[in-house]
């Protein structure tokens, strides 16, 4: 465990990093919200697709995210957090995931408690993150191939968006509070 006793952005500053990778917006649109709460409580925050970010180094934190396809990460963002490892490992990391919990009905709904394991288990244990948070997203037939569709009917679910923002903002406050505690990673 590493300590500092000051945040160590630049002018005493907190510096954030939210990182995404998505598809269709959704996780994109979590992580624009997330950065915006994270402003409102005064952290200097850049909120990146995962691909964009050119110093993956220079953030006291970071905020990563990626829609889930086929029970897993989209690619790019399991790649940014291996490559990342090493410098991750050692500061202050959420991650959250974007999938459609919300949509699953009946038998289905025992997916959900499985899926965090299954999809970032591995990441989880490779940098510890301090926190990890499924959301649903935005779901719709124009998104899926047409076996995805006949699976989506075949599952009972229903198209929609899922986003629940209060609990976004929610989590993000609690990132922000974790933030400006003094010392510990
Ligand atoms: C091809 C495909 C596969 C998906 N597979 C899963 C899945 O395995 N588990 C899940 O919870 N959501 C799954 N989803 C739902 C998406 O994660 C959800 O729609 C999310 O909002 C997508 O984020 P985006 O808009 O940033 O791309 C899938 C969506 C698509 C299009």
Redesign the pocket.
């Known amino acids: 465990m590493t300590s500092a006793a000051q945040p160590t952005g630049r002018h005493g500053t907190v510096r954030v990093l939210v990182a ?11 992580a624009e919200r997330i950065a915006t709460r994270l402003r409102e409580h005064g952290c200097e925050t850049d909120a990146l697709d995962v691909e964009a970010v050119s110093e993956p180094a220079g953030y006291d934190g970071y905020v990563v995210g ?7 990460w ?1 690619p790019p963002a399991r790649r940014f957090v291996r490559t990342n490892a090493d410098v991750l490992a050692h500061r202050k990391v959420w991650l959250f ?5 919300a ?2 009905r009946g038998p289905w709904k025992a ?2 408690g499985k ?1 965090e394991g299954h ?1 970032i288990g591995d990441l989880i244990a490779e940098i510890d993150p301090l926190g990890h948070r ?1 959301f ?5 037939p124009e ?3 047409r076996a ?1 569709r006949a699976k989506f009917r075949a599952m009972g679910l229903r198209y929609g968006d ?2 629940d923002w209060g609990a976004v903002d929610h989590w993000a406050r609690e990132i922000a509070a974790r933030l400006h505690e003094p010392g510990l990673v």
Do not use: C, F
Request: hydrophobic fraction near 45%; charged fraction near 5%.
């Open positions: 995404q990778a998505g598809v269709h917006g959704s996780t994109r649109s979590i990626s829609a889930i396809h086929n029970m897993a989209l995931s974007v999938g459609m919990p949509a699953l997916l959900v899926e999809v499924l649903s997203g935005v779901i719709g998104h899926l191939s995805g899922y986003r």
